[in-house]
């Protein structure tokens, strides 16, 4: 049992390592997108979504379709051809590793 | 001088009390939305976006987006196709008018 709790922990680290990485590589690839998402994921233009604290999945699967095609935009479209799968993946952890909060007005 | 200033305290108040009734009437239509995005616009599925104090108009062209079938999504074809423009209008203020601060970890 001692073994068992000992392997989860190290499972545990190396997991969580490895997510830590990933968001350290994503500020790098969030280069290209602070200029309209804001390095905070507040983004600077009215038409541009923020990406604070916004889902990983939500965000790879975005990022995905814009690459394809799918869905439709021109500049998401060039930014999105230039990322490799692990980019994408990176720079999803990257926004989706900012907390927000939110308060709903009474 | 004082006239125009006056009309222009008159007008703010004329705008402001619009964008209120707007994200009340928004409120009502958001019982649609909360089911995946939450009412504090903060979303209890992991690929469903926060809407949380997200952009009025990326949130206006997105249901428009999904309504016209631009951008496909299964769900919200559904839901974005029984919404009226004033609807749209109105939920996209609802959620835009949730503060949101954020932290990027350090």
Redesign the interface.
């Known amino acids: 049992m001692r073994k068992l709790m000992l392997s989860l922990v190290a499972l545990g680290c190396v997991v969580s390592g490895h997510a830590e990485a990933d968001?350290v590589a994503g500020q790098k690839v969030m280069r290209a997108c602070q200029v309209c998402h804001g390095?905070?994921?507040?983004?600077q233009l009215?038409?541009?979504?923020?990406l604070?604290?916004?889902?990983?999945?939500?965000l790879e699967?975005s990022l995905k379709e814009y690459k394809s095609g799918?869905?439709?935009h021109e500049q998401m479209a060039v930014i999105a051809g230039m990322l490799s799968e692990t980019d994408i993946a990176n720079v999803a952890e990257y926004y989706a590793?900012?907390?927000?909060?939110?308060?709903?007005?009474q």
């Open positions: 968001r390095k905070d994921g507040i983004a009215a038409e541009a979504p923020n604070a604290g916004q889902k990983q999945a939500y699967k799918a869905r439709k590793s900012i907390t927000i909060t939110a308060t709903v007005p």
